[in-house]
């Protein structure tokens, strides 16, 4: 083999590393799209026996955004093996005590199961926030589109420009708004 | 019965059945223990592995397409079209390519892909013109 | 050994259904198996007692009939020769000694053959295969510099591509040389000798057109650019491109994946006046660098890997043709 022909090997099953920013996403929607990048079927040259899937760091994992009432009614369920270890946390319980872990069981659970799950696992990389290693940012040299736009949040809105947003009545006073239960 | 040669006394057998076995084994060379050596143990296994051929010849043509089809979309990735759209605007420009043919474009020819994608793209866009027109 | 063939060859003639044995006739007769056992199991014995069987020439068989085999040597590649020449092709200067050491031993004073060797057809054939390769690579790559040429024709000529071109044309049995199966030189001169033969039977353009078939096709599949390892690419791309006038080459990396990990991937562009000459690929900045260099080259010579394939169809007037212009083919000649 030439040396051409070897780079040109190197080139076709060269890792790329995705970033994708889970602000304000749905973990199970965006779990589908992570996977299509972890096990490399957006390359022509997939196959399920072939090595070829890329890396990909999930960013702001705290941010997630789940659909409806789910923090409330999701529940994660876990058992230790030992007789009445079985456990079932909340996910807001769960995100609470490791904001990383709704977003890896998503993408874990929607790998489908084979003997590849646990290696295809660790390409994955997950940060809570933004603060990621440089190293690690070194390699990125992609982005995985978000799959809906981040919405603006009143509080992270200028003062001024909320002051001069045209208003057709202003709250009296004294009102007091609904005590949120 | 008198046999007055001792010729006579032996047994007219047949054919030599040593070559109808070794067809079997012949078969039977890559089976696991004594499935490959004892003759009752080696056809048995040799019917279920020739009935598993037999049914896996129309199930590898099913696990191909589905790997072409996976194949054309990734190929695909990369140019805004999806498989659906991508394959209804060759089969409207009457490009009578197939997955087969397709996936190997994608793989080994990404130039050729391309200006085919290009087409399909064509394709959609137009009928998205005449759709808005009617309306 | 030779009764213990005929043995053998004797069951296999007789019993077909020992080659076809998993189809057709069903039964196969009880003596068989035996009987090829016991020739098997004496075959093992002669090469334990006598270690392994040489090869015996096929001429050494009853029914061997050098003439019809010469003949038909002629028939099978469509060609016409003269039967004396063709004879004399196949004859190695080894064959002469031996046969007259043979005649001395017996007592003969003044051996005499009437046999002369291949070496002055050889002779003619390597011209032949020279001038034509050489004017049939120029013409198929025009833009390939002199020493890529050269490297090229070396290989076509090398020992190696022209044993196999003649053992696939089937010397092998007809070649009258001391040794059997003979030397790889020998192959070679024979072949070449064939193409002197040819030339004195039939003319040029059938030994231009036989060169082309058997010696130019081996160029089939085959990456030119592999042929000629260039010592200093950057230097040669920044001659070129000051001979052209594109500006100087610079490399830029265009993208790369991984940087931090063993399975970094850089992927660098070189670039002269703002336009691309060529990209490459590599582990390291270094390698991916050298790469495109190389693609560059490539792409200037016309020798990617879309390139379009030889014309192994070429008419060979053509070719002989650039033959003629004296200025040209002495050029392309000479400098071999």
């Known amino acids: 083999m030439s040396i051409t022909q070897r780079v040109q090997q190197w080139a076709t099953f060269g890792r790329v590393w995705h970033v994708y920013d889970c602000s304000y996403q749905n973990p199970f929607d965006s779990a589908k799209v992570i996977v299509k990048y972890l096990k490399g079927m957006q390359k022509p040259i997939y196959h399920p026996m072939n090595d070829c899937g890329d890396h990909v760091v999930c960013i702001n994992t705290k941010q997630i955004a789940l659909p409806g009432d789910e923090w409330t009614k999701r529940a994660y369920f876990h058992h230790t093996g030992y007789p009445s270890s079985a456990t079932w946390t909340l996910a807001w319980e769960l995100h609470s005590k490791d904001p990383m872990m709704i977003m890896k069981k998503a993408i874990y659970r929607s790998l489908g199961g084979n003997l590849q799950r646990r290696h295809t696992m660790q390409r994955l990389h997950l940060f809570k926030d933004d603060k990621v290693p440089q190293e690690v940012l070194d390699n990125i040299t992609n982005q995985i589109r978000q799959l809906r736009p981040v919405p603006q949040r009143l509080d992270h809105i200028d003062q001024e420009v909320i002051d001069n947003f045209p208003k057709i009545m202003d709250y009296p006073e004294d009102y007091l708004p609904k005590a949120i239960k | ?135 | 050994m030779t009764l213990l063939r005929i043995a053998s060859r004797a069951v296999l003639t007789l019993h077909p259904t020992i080659s076809l044995l998993n189809q057709q006739k069903a039964n196969v007769a009880r003596w068989v198996r035996p009987t090829l056992m016991e020739i098997r199991a004496r075959k093992k014995k002669l090469e334990i007692k006598n270690g392994p069987q040489k090869e015996s020439p096929r001429s050494n068989f009853i029914e061997w009939n050098y003439d019809a085999e010469i003949y038909a040597f002629g028939i099978r590649l469509k060609e016409k020769f003269n039967y004396t020449l063709l004879q004399q092709a196949f004859v190695d200067r080894s064959y002469i000694v031996q046969e007259e050491m043979k005649q001395r031993s017996v007592g003969v004073e003044n051996p005499s053959l009437n046999l002369s060797d291949n070496s002055a057809l050889a002779k003619k054939g390597e011209e032949l295969i020279t001038e034509f390769v050489i004017s049939f690579l120029n013409l198929s790559l025009p833009k390939f510099p002199r020493d890529g040429i050269k490297a090229i024709y070396r290989h076509l000529v090398s020992d190696e591509v022209l044993l196999k071109v003649s053992q696939s044309i089937g010397t092998k049995d007809l070649i009258l040389s001391s040794n059997y199966p003979p030397m790889n030189d020998v192959y070679v001169a024979t072949l070449k000798a064939i193409i002197g033969a040819l030339f004195e039977s039939s003319g040029e353009a059938r030994a231009y057109e036989f060169i082309r078939d058997f010696i130019c096709t081996q160029l089939n599949q085959v990456d030119v650019n592999e042929l000629w390892k260039i010592e200093n690419p950057m230097e040669l791309l920044k001659e070129i491109c000051k001979d052209k006038k594109l500006g100087e080459p610079e490399p830029r990396l265009i993208n790369n994946a991984g940087q931090n990990t063993i399975l970094a991937v850089h992927y660098v562009g070189i670039y002269a006046n703002k336009k691309q000459l060529g990209t490459g690929f590599g582990e390291n900045i270094q390698i991916a660098k050298e790469e495109a260099v190389k693609d560059s080259l490539r792409t200037l010579f016309q020798t990617n890997n879309n390139m379009k394939p030889f014309n192994f169809r070429m008419p060979v007037e053509k070719v002989a043709n650039l033959l003629k212009k004296p200025a040209l083919a002495a050029a392309s000649v000479d400098n071999i």
């Open chain 2, 1 to 135: 019965m008198v046999f007055l040669t001792a010729l006579r006394l032996t047994r007219a057998r047949g054919p030599d059945e040593w070559w109808r076995k070794r067809k079997v084994f012949k078969l039977a060379a890559f089976f696991y223990g004594r499935r490959r050596n004892c003759y009752s143990l080696a056809i048995r296994s040799l019917h279920r592995a020739l009935v598993y051929a037999t049914k896996s010849r129309a199930l590898k043509k099913m696990d191909l397409i589905e790997l072409w089809k996976q194949r054309i979309s990734g190929g695909l990735e990369s140019h805004g079209l999806e498989y659906w759209q991508f394959m209804d605007g060759l089969h409207k420009s009457n490009i009578q390519l197939n997955r087969k043919v397709l996936a190997d474009l994608a793989a080994f020819e990404p130039a050729t892909f391309e200006s085919l994608s290009k087409i399909a793209l064509d394709v959609k866009e137009a009928e998205n013109d005449e759709n808005s027109n009617k309306n």
